[in-house]
């Protein structure tokens, strides 16, 4: 499977974007998916993940609440919902995805061996 992100942006604080993930290969279905994010300077952080069946999902502390992810199998497609965004929300988006069975959801870096390229997201003040 390879993840393509996309829908990176400069947006306003307070303003919403969001941002996807879609994955190519036959077998993206059976894919656990999070999302990750780093900003300059900082270690890569946990946002936002969703197992691969029955849509049980969990946030980041500094997200929850504000940030919603969801899927579409039938698109192949992941996407991160980001409202009320905060400069501190500044930082390269990245997709990850590994195989799963069952309802596993998956909040650590090193659980993931497949990873998107990453899409910006800069908020303004």
């Known amino acids: 499977v390879q993840l393509q992100a996309s829908g990176g942006g400069l947006v306003q604080a307070g303003n919403s974007l969001r941002v996807s993930c879609a994955a190519s290969g036959r077998t993206a279905n059976r894919y656990s998916m999070g999302w990750f994010r780093q900003a300059p300077g900082k270690e890569r952080e946990f946002v936002a993940a969703?197992?691969?069946?029955?849509?049980?999902?969990e946030y980041g502390d500094p997200v929850k609440g504000r940030f919603t992810i969801s899927r579409d199998n039938a698109k192949n497609t992941v996407y991160l919902q980001m409202n009320s965004l905060k400069p501190e929300d500044t930082a390269v988006y990245y997709c990850?995805?590994?195989?799963?069975?069952?309802?596993?959801?998956?909040?650590?870096?090193?659980?993931?061996?497949?990873w998107g390229q990453g899409t910006l997201v800069t908020v303004s003040s």
């Open positions: 990850a995805g590994r195989s799963a069975i069952g309802s596993a959801v998956y909040t650590d870096i090193e659980s993931y061996d497949t």
């Open positions: 969703m197992s691969r069946i029955g849509g049980f999902t």
